[in-house]
């Protein structure tokens, strides 16, 4: 059985970025149309009230540990992840695996021209990689399913999807039956990452766990959402107080 952490009612893998990456490879060699989700404290904290998220989060066949506040929740109620597994980090060793395997990527979201921006650089990065097509993720609620037709004509093994969470995650369940990609995934701004449009916080901010702060001085836009982390910490508090 699957060893998992329940926090705020989410279910979340009990899993390092070596077993996540095997998981994951055994979803796409088994052709199960997957959806991994990387799970930050601000949408547990958002899924304790919000019963549709969480049964969105549990239903996923894979959910990591993304953020420090997942971390440091599971171990205040009693678990104890090996490490965080962010939705970059999986991205960037699945397009390693790819290249390897003969696994196709499609790449859909961010800006214009931002997801293309990133297959070259992942291509440069991972010769071999076959990159199935890109699209930006600016689009009306109605092309939805025009969009993932479009996607499931090109028969990716991989669809990375960065429209920010929840947003990619909802879009990726509604879609899967048309999509009939092997695997899905969410990863928030990854592309703008990859494509040199963002910079990741330095390695030090990362070491010490501080790359929320980054984010937060980076774009300080990202405040209000933030606030939310505060009273994960209290909601954390009293499910350890309960237990
Ligand atoms: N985005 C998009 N379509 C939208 C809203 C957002 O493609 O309708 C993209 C945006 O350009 C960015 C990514 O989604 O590249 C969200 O990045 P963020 O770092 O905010 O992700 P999160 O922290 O929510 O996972």
New binding site residues.
Partial sequence: MDNKAEILGCHIDIIDSRQALEKISEIILGRECGQVITL?AEIAFQAQKDEKLRSLINGADLVTPDGIGVIWGGRQLGYDFPERVT?IDLMVSLCRKAANMGWKVFLF???PG?AEAAAQTLAKQFPGLMVAGCR???FNDDESVGIAREIAALQPDILFV????P??EYWIRDQREVLKVPLCM?V??S??VIAGVKSRAPGWAIRLNLEWLYRLLAEPS?WKRQLALPRYVLAIIKAKWRK
């Fill in positions: 930050n939705g979201g961010a800006a931002v930006h993720g600016y960065a429209l920010g969470a947003k990619q969410g928030g701004g592309f703008d990202r």
